[in-house]
């Protein structure tokens, strides 16, 4: 059985910073899954923050390039967000994911932590 939990999230003032992370557990060969952050904000539909494979394979949501870094440690079988410049409209619940490579859907979710960014 495979287990992402996240942990990280709060309350930060406008301007501040987070740094989300997503261990990993159970069978899975960490280093063949894209590592991805999602987030939903009340009322709207879950959106891909951003995703890693590999260091130099990553992408993001434009609202958020220049401000978010996601990141992955395959030893320790760990994804992160390091979220800086916070806005209020950062404000949703951040989901870690996990899809198998060459897979078009997500195959785990981690259970989701608050973020919330007060003006």
């Known amino acids: 059985q495979v287990q992402l939990v996240e942990s990280g999230g709060g309350l930060v003032q406008l301007g501040g910073s987070l740094r989300l992370s997503c261990a990993a557990s159970g069978s899975l060969i960490f280093s063949m899954y894209v590592m991805g952050w999602y987030r939903q904000a009340p009322g709207k539909q879950r959106e891909l923050v951003a995703s890693?494979?590999?260091?130099?394979?990553?992408k993001y949501a434009d609202s958020v390039k220049g401000r978010f870094t996601i990141s992955r440690d395959n030893v320790k079988n760990t994804a992160y967000l390091q979220m800086n410049n916070l806005k209020p409209e950062d404000t949703a619940v951040y989901y870690c994911s996990a899809k198998f490579r060459g897979n078009d859907e997500v195959s785990y979710w981690g259970q989701g932590t608050q973020v919330t960014v007060s003006s």
């Open positions: 890693i494979y590999v260091p130099a394979a990553t």
